[in-house]
């Protein structure tokens, strides 16, 4: 199984930045990629960026030039490094892997709050 943590989450005034970060551990044989998600109350959860296990990243429009995820040498911390927030990144954010076929599976970390203060 593969367990994720999240952590970094906070109280930040716009305009400034926050890193969270998300530790991985578990067996990863087959895993494709983790994103970070995350679900304002009332919304529906969304991406907000992903990166594969060939290290390609692809964020949501309202991440793109703000948010950067990365990730360590061996994969067992991912972060999404976060500047220039605005009250509206206020959210729950939640870090996931995937595993391909024949697992096909997707693993959820529990979430940390960011609260975006104007």
């Known amino acids: 199984q593969v367990q994720l943590v999240e952590s970094g989450g906070g109280l930040v005034q716009a305009g400034g930045s926050l890193r969270l970060s998300c530790a991985v551990s578990?067996?990863?044989?087959?895993?494709?990629?983790m994103g970070w998600y995350r679900q304002a109350p009332g919304k529906e959860r969304e991406m907000v960026a992903r990166i594969t296990s060939s290290d390609n990243a692809n964020y949501a429009a309202s991440a793109q030039g703000r948010f950067i995820i990365s990730r360590d040498n061996d994969w067992n911390t991912v972060y999404l490094q976060m500047k220039n927030l605005k009250s509206e990144d206020t959210a729950v954010y939640s870090c996931n892997l995937d595993k391909g076929p024949p697992f096909s599976r997707r693993f959820w970390g529990e979430g940390t709050q960011v609260t975006v203060f104007s």
């Open positions: 578990g067996n990863l044989f087959g895993f494709t990629g």
